[in-house]
Structure formats: structure tokens, C-alpha cells
């Protein structure tokens, strides 16, 4: 016999956790709505794992660790409430929408899609049985563990430069593999970097190898315009080759890209009345901090017109 789900009423469920998400919450409970947030993992999304954050405004530095619980005690302390739950989907009834988890039902007038990205993966062997034995997709979280050892980071964006910045500190030697000699992140942090006399750009290079026997040891990169490979001997190798989002469950409410992301435009507005999205789950062209917060009060501010006093 399957189990009945638990029915739980509210004005506005939002699905995702992070930056946008939480943001959102601020904004609708502010607003006078009642709020959940469903989340599948942990609270803050990506930004928990940026070691330092130098570009929010009013904030010089700030560790993404600390950013993140700021905005969910913020959130939390207002009034939102908060559930580790995964949205499998969304439907409607003449009431309104009715957002799905394992357990329970939520029934509610508006909802927000928060639901960020994921680590895109290098999709390379081994390297699942190599992750968490070498193979990371946090600085900020596996990072110490690398002390004063040799690691490798591979990407051209923030995350990727903002982690070499933060491992040449603790670590003895940093590799910095991009498959470009451009780098997608800002300047400012590039610079940085050059000035680090334990930093070794390996540039128009892609990671084609993982080595080691039961915890990696070195990594492969082969030159793409040489063709020439390499071995670069670390014990550590932080991917942060960017994100891709997982917006399966709501593609009979919202018109997806093909990439993945949530179609929308900055009036955070999908093809669904009522269905909203922010952040770095919709399409955009600035994945930023700011622009995830900016989407949150934009997509809340929309939500509580279209639900109504
Ligand atoms: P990103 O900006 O998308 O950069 C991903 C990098 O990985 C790019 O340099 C890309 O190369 C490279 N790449 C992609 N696929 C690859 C593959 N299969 N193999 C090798 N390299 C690959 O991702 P991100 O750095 O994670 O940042 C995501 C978003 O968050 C960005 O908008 C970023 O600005 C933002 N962010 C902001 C902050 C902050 O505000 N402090 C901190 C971190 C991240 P190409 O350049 O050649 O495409």
C-alpha cells in the first residue's frame, strides 16, 4: 500500500537554497507571504564554496561559507521556513500549484525555481573512483587537506581562479590547467595570480589522464596545440570547469534552453503564470553573485503581484 502524502499549504514555494533562493525568501516574507524553501542538499549553493568573496557590494571580503549563512539565518530569523526535501515536480489544480517531494505535497498560489547548477565534471576515466581520493570539485572544503603539496586546478573562470589564489597560499605548488590562454574570470584575479611565485599557468591544455593506483599521484594535460603531453606530479586536482543545471523535473511548466536552463528574461518570468525562476538556473548572460541576489527580489516582487494582497 503506498503511502498517503503529507498536504502543507503555503503562499509560495521556493526550490532552491542558494543565493537567488534565499533572496527570494527575504523579499516575499518581507512582503507578508508565508514561504518554504525546499532544498535538496544543503543551504547556499555554490557560493559556499568560494573561499573568498571580493565582489559583492558593501561586502570587501567576505568567505562564501559566511555569505551563505548570513542570508539563511537572515531568511530563517524573517520567517521562511526551510526543508531539506528534493521537488520532483510541479502540477496544478484549481487552487493553484502543488509542488511534489517524496513525503509531501505542498499546495501553494506561486512558485520560484532557484534550483542554481551543478559541477560540470571533466568526464574523463577514473575519475569517479578518483573523487574525494585527489580529485575535488571544492577548494574551499578539501583544500587543507592538500597542505603544503603540490595540486592542480583546472579552469578559466572565477571559481577556478579564486581556488588557485586560495590553494597557492596553503599549498606548496599550484598548476593552473585552462584549455584556453584567456581566462573567462576577471582580470584582477589573473593578475593576482601571476604575481604568486608558486603558480604555473598551463595554458591551451586539457586534463586527459588521471594516474595514480588508489590516490591520484599526477595528471596527464596534453597541449592542444602541440599535441604534446604532460605530467604534472600532484596529488590533488580541483575541477572547476563551470556548471550545468538540472531542470528535468519542471519541463512541462517551463520552456527549457538547450543547455538546460530555465527560459527567462530579467522579469524572472516563465511560460507558466504564477512560475517564476531565479538565478543561476535561468538563462542569462551574467552568473554573478550580484545578478543571483538581484533575480531573487525580482522574482519574489513578482510572485507576491501575481498571488495578490
Ligand atoms: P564558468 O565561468 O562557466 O567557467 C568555466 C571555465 O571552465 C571556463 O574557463 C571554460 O573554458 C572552462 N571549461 C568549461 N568546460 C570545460 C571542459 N569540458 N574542459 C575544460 N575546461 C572547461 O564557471 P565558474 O568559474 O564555475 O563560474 C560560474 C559562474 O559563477 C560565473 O558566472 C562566474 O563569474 C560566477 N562566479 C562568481 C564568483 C564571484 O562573484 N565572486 C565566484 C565564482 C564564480 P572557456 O573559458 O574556454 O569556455
Request: with cysteine.
Given at each position: 500500500m503506498t503511502e498517503e502524502k503529507?498536504?502543507?499549504?503555503?503562499?509560495?514555494?521556493?526550490?532552491?537554497?542558494?543565493?537567488?533562493?534565499?533572496?527570494?525568501a527575504i523579499y516575499a516574507v518581507r512582503a507578508g507571504k508565508q514561504v518554504i524553501v525546499l532544498e535538496a542538499k544543503a543551504y547556499g549553493g555554490q557560493i559556499v564554496n568560494t573561499p573568498d568573496i571580493e565582489n559583492y557590494p558593501g561586502l570587501a571580503h567576505v568567505s562564501g561559507y559566511d555569505f551563505a549563512t548570513g542570508l539563511y539565518q537572515q531568511a530563517i530569523d524573517l520567517g521562511a521556513r526551510f526543508r531539506y526535501e528534493r521537488a520532483l515536480g510541479i502540477r496544478e489544480d484549481d487552487e493553484g500549484k502543488i509542488v511534489e517531494t517524496r513525503k509531501r505535497e505542498y499546495?501553494?498560489?506561486?512558485?520560484?525555481?532557484?534550483?542554481?547548477a551543478k559541477n560540470r565534471t571533466l568526464g574523463i576515466e577514473r575519475e569517479e573512483e578518483l573523487t574525494g581520493k585527489g580529485v575535488s570539485y571544492c577548494a574551499t572544503c578539501d583544500g587543507s587537506f592538500f597542505k603544503g603539496q603540490d595540486v592542480a586546478v583546472n579552469g578559466g573562470g572565477n571559481t577556478a581562479l579564486e581556488d588557485a589564489l586560495y590553494l597557492a597560499d596553503i599549498c606548496n605548488r599550484v598548476y593552473l590547467i585552462h584549455r584556453r590562454d584567456q581566462f573567462r574570470g576577471d582580470a584582477a584575479d589573473v593578475e593576482k595570480l601571476k604575481q604568486k611565485n608558486n603558480v604555473e599557468f598551463v595554458l591551451n591544455s586539457n586534463v586527459t589522464g588521471l594516474i595514480g593506483s588508489d590516490k591520484l599521484t599526477a595528471v596527464e594535460v596534453t597541449d592542444k596545440i602541440s599535441g604534446e603531453k604532460?605530467?604534472?606530479?600532484?596529488?590533488?586536482l580541483f575541477v572547476a570547469i563551470g556548471q550545468v543545471?538540472?531542470?528535468?523535473?519542471?519541463?512541462?511548466?517551463?520552456?527549457?534552453?538547450?543547455?538546460?536552463?530555465?527560459?527567462?528574461?530579467?522579469?524572472?518570468?516563465?511560460?507558466?503564470?504564477?512560475?517564476?525562476?531565479?538565478?543561476?538556473c535561468r538563462t542569462k548572460t551574467v552568473r554573478q553573485l550580484t545578478t543571483a541576489a538581484a533575480d531573487g527580489a525580482v522574482a519574489a516582487l513578482a510572485a507576491c503581484r501575481y498571488i495578490g494582497a
Open positions: 503529507k498536504q502543507v499549504t503555503t503562499d509560495i514555494v521556493i526550490i532552491g537554497g542558494g543565493t537567488a533562493g534565499l533572496t527570494a499546495h501553494c498560489k506561486a512558485v520560484i525555481l532557484a534550483t542554481g604532460r605530467e604534472l606530479p600532484v596529488s590533488g543545471p538540472d531542470n528535468k523535473a519542471f519541463a512541462d511548466e517551463v520552456d527549457l534552453a538547450p543547455a538546460g536552463y530555465i527560459e527567462a528574461g530579467e522579469d524572472c518570468a516563465t511560460r507558466t503564470p504564477g512560475i517564476f525562476t531565479a538565478g543561476d
